[in-house]
Structures are given as structure tokens and as C-alpha cells.
């Protein structure tokens, strides 16, 4: 089985392992296609918290082969087929391979020509009998660019924790980064290590996302600020007016990298057009900044319904002073232009499934006065009824509730959760 291998430091002592493109299968929402290291924040925990992150966790071997052939490839290779099942009969010592017969000498050598990391990405293949090791990736980097740049290989790599050890004792080692996509984390990578002409000047949204989670995970959002601005600056038009996965997309990032100006707009955006629970869909944001979202939803709607309800009961009891004739028809147009919008009978209740502000001040605002004259019909036979329109308007009460709320609607402030 061949595993590609990348050199982004060819003298690294740091193997990184992620699984195979071709291994992260997952849904385009809900199981995390973005690779959210955990649910919400719960990644960011204390140093003996933290699991081991060694190759034997991954169900690999702690040996590195030994280097045969390069390549040189644009994008992560697909898995190579599977090379013929082994004989039961085991090899002498003169048919192992030399890293086999002396483990302790055991290096990956690259030849003088390939070793120009500033110009050039170089990956090699490397042949194993393991299959478990052709589902994943090798990236060999540098310990001091990884534990300058992020906090979470700071602690994993110097905290006295089972890599660091490895890493002084033996001054090499792997380590294991599961449901990552290793993509983005080349990106990334390449930023920490300074080998800016490998990094893309543009990136599609979900690239965008992708990178946004790494840099939460990986905290290291100061080493890659100069990209992530420009990218969020190319996109920053392309923020969506419907209610769509795109939304929570553009809200992640805009938490990410703290951008005020596009997280305000964003959260009113959701505010406005969710028409359900809001759900991060196991992007990292923060549980604070969701529920801040819904609360403020299902409040702007419940004021909604509340005015009309109110405005109802004043029609019934006269505190809206007018004839008999004008609040009763007043009155009951209400009643029935909120039946037919599903506002009555019955009253929508929180969390207000299926309604979202946008959609339903819209359709509150659309609600016709009922028309009704005055009539006075005179004595003489010659002269027909004369008949004068009412003056008062059922719009001129309900146009300022939806103005109210409306107007009341404002995005969320970053720094209130920062």
C-alpha cells in the first residue's frame, strides 16, 4: 500500500498523519463535513485532558518506512490499489529491506535535488504492508514553526505530555490528526511555515469554512490573518439574502476571524430569515452566539403576535374609540386575515417552527382594510341613497407594529462574546 508523504520541512521532525481524502465520506452537513474536531468548543481543554494523539492511536505503524521514489502532486493523490496479498512464509534477514534490518537507523532520505522546500511541495509514496497506513496521509513539518504559531501543538508537543516526550527523547514524532482534511491543513501548513508562493490567492466557501475550523482548532488565527483577510474580503459579496447552510457557513468564518462588520450582518441576516432553530451544523461556533440568535428570533416574533393579539382585544373592548359598525368590521377583518396567515386559532408557539420574521412581517403588512360606507338615504323618491366612505383604516394601526419590529432587529456585536 502506498502512502503519499509531503515535505512542507524535508528536515521536520514533526510527521503529521490525516486520514485519506478518499476516507472522509461524510454528509455534506450534520456529521461534520467541515471536520469540527468535536462537538461546540469542548476540543479546547486542559493539558492532562487531552488524549493521545500518537500513531498507535490511529491503528498505525510508529516505524516510518523507508524512502524509495518522489512525485510531485498539486492536490492529495488517491489511494493506491491494494499490492498483493503476502505468503504465509516469512522472509530471511538478507530479503528484509536495509530500514528493516537496522530499525534504529531508520531514515526517510531525499535526494539533493528534491530539497528545495521553498520552491516546490515534494511528496513521496512509500510502500507498506500495512493497510491501515494507505488510508492516511504523511506531512513532515517543523516542531518550532508548529509550537511558535499554534497553542495546541504548543501544548501537545511541549507540555510534557506522551509526544513531547518522544519528541526529546527521540527527536522525531508522529502524530495523529483524525477527521481532518489534509487539504486545508496543507494550506495552513504552508502559511506557518513561510512557504507563502504554495498558499491559493483565492479560495471557493467551503475552502474558506474548512480553513476557518483548522485555524479555530488549531488556534493560531494570528499566523494566517494576512490570508484569511484577503479571502474574506474577496467573498465578503457573496453573503447570502435567503436563509441557507450558506448563512451559518458565513458566520462561522466571520466569528473566526473577527470580522464586526460581516458578523453583523450576517447574525441580522439569521435573525431575519431562519425560519427554525438555529443549528450550527458542527461548525465551532459558540453556543452563546446561537442562542443569543434564537432568543432574539423567537422574541421579535412573539412581540408580533402579541400586538396583534392586543390590538384584537382593543377593537372588542372600544378602547380604540369609534362607532359600533367600524370596530366590529375592524375587528373581525383581523380575525380573519390572521386565521388565513396561521397567526390565529391557533396562536404559533415558541420556538415558531416553519415562521421566519422576514416572511411574516411581510405577510402582516399585506393584511387589506375592509371597506364600509355610511349610508343616509334621503326622503324624496327621486333621489337615490348617498353613500360616504368610512375614513378609518385597520392598515393604519397595523403598519407600525411591523415598523416596530423592524426597526428593533439589529445584528450581534463581536466583541460582546470575544
Known sequence: MSIPVFYIDPDGDVDLLLPHLEEL?????????????????????????????????????????????????????????????????????????????????????????????????????????????????????????????????????????????????????????????????????NILHGRTSQVPRTVDLDTLTKFAVMVDYLECHEAVEPFSDRWVENLKGDIPTTCSSELIQWLCISFTFHKQIQFQEVTLATIRLSRDVIQTLDLPIRESVVDKLNSLRQEALDRLLLALENLLDDFRSDRIKCTFECNAMRYGALVKEM????????????????????????????????????????????????????????????WPIVSSINESLKGLSLEEFL
Open 339 to 398: 386565521s388565513s396567515r396561521t397567526l390565529l386559532f391557533p396562536r404559533p408557539q415558541i420556538p415558531f417552527l416553519g415562521y421566519s420574521i422576514e416572511d411574516t412581517t411581510a405577510s402582516v403588512r399585506e393584511i387589506r382594510d375592509p371597506k364600509w360606507c355610511n349610508g343616509n338615504n334621503r326622503s324624496h323618491p327621486f333621489y337615490p341613497p348617498h353613500c360616504q366612505s368610512h375614513d378609518c383604516k385597520l392598515t393604519s394601526h397595523i
Open 25 to 189: 465520506a461524510t454528509p455534506l452537513y450534520g456529521v461534520s463535513k467541515y471536520m469540527s474536531p468535536a462537538p461546540g468548543l469542548n476540543y479546547r481543554r486542559s493539558d492532562s485532558q487531552y488524549p493521545s494523539t500518537s500513531a498507535q492511536d490511529c491503528g498505525l505503524s510508529a516505524e516510518a518506512p523507508a524512502s524509495e521514489e518522489f512525485q510531485h502532486y498539486d492536490e492529495v493523490p488517491p489511494l493506491a490499489e491494494s499490492q498483493p496479498e503476502p505468503t504465509d512464509e516469512a522472509p530471511g534477514p538478507d530479503e528484509l529491506p536495509e530500514s528493516q534490518q537496522n530499525p534504529e537507523s531508520e531514515t526517510l532520505e531525499i535526494p539533493a535535488d528534491h530539497c528545495n522546500a521553498d520552491e516546490e511541495l515534494m511528496v513521496e509514496e512509500q510502500d507498506t504492508t500495512s493497510t491501515q497506513d494507505g488510508k492516511y496521509v504523511r506531512i513532515r513539518v517543523s516542531s518550532k514553526h508548529l509550537t511558535f504559531a499554534s497553542p495546541h501543538f504548543k501544548r501537545n508537543l511541549q507540555s510534557g505530555m506522551l509526544e513531547s516526550q518522544t519528541l526529546r527523547s527521540q527527536g522525531h514524532v508522529e502524530f495523529c490528526m483524525d477527521e481532518q482534511d489534509p487539504g486545508v491543513m496543507l494550506i495552513v501548513l
